[in-house]
């Protein structure tokens, strides 16, 4: 299982019609130096993503996958997406990076164990390394996933 999950250099933006957007915002001072980074869901409430079990039917209209998008990324700065320790793994990757040439990354589907429970909290940390900074910026936001019982 690969560990870090990062587009090839040069692609597009990555667009996910099943996925729920997360945009990494980096607030910038009068310099341009990063100051504070937020993340914004599209919805008001934290992320929520669905899971089918296997052989049950899946519904089409609900998101599947998490799309983070950077949002104003300078050269040499990186986001990376992490899991927090101790958690069962939720995707097929627990790390995530984004740079100025790979502005958004899909998480891909979630690997759930219903043994744990039927709506699940996967926490992850977000991390900004710049060259304009001598201790990263960083957050800790959440997905919530849910298990479609259709």
Same mark, same amino acid.
Request: proline share 9%.
């Given at each position: 299982?690969?560990?870090?999950?990062?587009?090839?250099?040069?692609?597009?933006?990555?667009?996910?019609?099943?996925?729920?957007?997360?945009?990494?915002?980096?607030?910038?001072? =009068? *310099?341009?130096?990063? !100051?504070?980074?937020?993340?914004?869901?599209? @919805? !008001?409430?934290?992320? #929520?993503?669905? $899971?089918? &079990?296997?052989?049950?039917?899946?519904?089409? @209209? +609900?998101? &599947?996958?998490?799309? $983070?998008?950077?949002?104003?990324?300078? /050269? &040499?700065? #990186?986001?990376? +997406?992490?899991?927090?320790? !101790?958690?069962?793994?939720?995707?097929? $990757?627990?790390?995530? =990076?984004?740079?100025?040439?790979?502005? *958004? #990354? +899909?998480?891909?589907?979630? =690997?759930?164990?219903?043994?744990?429970?039927?709506?699940? +909290? $996967?926490?992850?940390?977000?991390?900004?390394?710049? /060259?304009?900074?001598?201790? /990263?910026?960083?957050?800790?936001?959440?997905?919530?996933?849910?298990? =479609?019982?259709?």
């Amino acid at each position: 299982m690969s560990t870090v999950h990062a587009l090839r250099k040069g692609s597009p933006l990555v667009t996910a019609s099943d996925a729920v957007r997360v945009m990494l915002v980096i607030e910038r001072n =009068e *310099s341009g130096k990063p !100051r504070r980074l937020v993340a914004r869901p599209a @919805s !008001r409430s934290d992320p #929520v993503i669905h $899971w089918t &079990r296997p052989m049950h039917h899946r519904t089409d @209209s +609900v998101a &599947r996958e998490v799309l $983070w998008v950077a949002d104003d990324l300078q /050269p &040499r700065e #990186v986001l990376r +997406v992490e899991a927090r320790p !101790r958690q069962h793994p939720m995707f097929q $990757w627990d790390t995530f =990076e984004l740079d100025e040439h790979n502005p *958004s #990354v +899909v998480s891909g589907p979630a =690997e759930m164990d219903v043994a744990n429970g039927h709506r699940q +909290v $996967w926490t992850y940390a977000v991390r900004l390394r710049s /060259p304009r900074l001598a201790i /990263p910026l960083g957050l800790e936001p959440l997905v919530i996933v849910v298990v =479609e019982d259709v």
